[in-house]
Nanobody
């Protein structure tokens, strides 16, 4: 079992930045691909970004590519999402997810573990 705890959400003005963190309990953290998803009111939960177990491969949703950066620290068992040039449409609850395989994936059902979510609100 892997426990994931997100932090770093908050309220920011459009054009601003936030950095989300997700701490994992598992010691074999590097064997897990990690992802970020978000859920806005009235919408389906959608993929944002993912990173392979080694950190050598990443993938992004088109809507965030060039603005968001996913990274990980396998010594500290933590994955990050740096969000720059934020827009009001980025407002959502952001969830960290872990996959029991090291290969990166953008598919929600392929993730086995989920955090409790952290709210990100971008004002116009």
């Amino acid at each position: 079992q892997v426990q994931l705890v997100e932090s770093g959400g908050g309220l920011v003005q459009a054009g601003g930045s936030l950095r989300l963190s997700c701490a994992a309990s598992r010691r074999t953290f590097s064997s897990y691909a990690m992802g970020w998803f978000r859920h806005a009111p009235g919408k389906e939960r959608e993929f944002v970004a993912a990173i392979s177990g080694s950190g050598g491969s990443t993938t992004y949703a088109v809507s965030v590519k060039g603005r968001f950066t996913i990274s990980r620290d396998n010594v500290k068992n933590t994955v990050f999402l740096q969000m720059d040039s934020l827009k009001p449409e980025d407002t959502a609850v952001y969830y960290c997810a872990g996959r029991s395989k090291a290969l990166v994936s953008a598919t929600r059902r392929e993730y086995d573990y989920w955090g409790q979510g952290t709210q990100v609100t971008v004002s116009s």
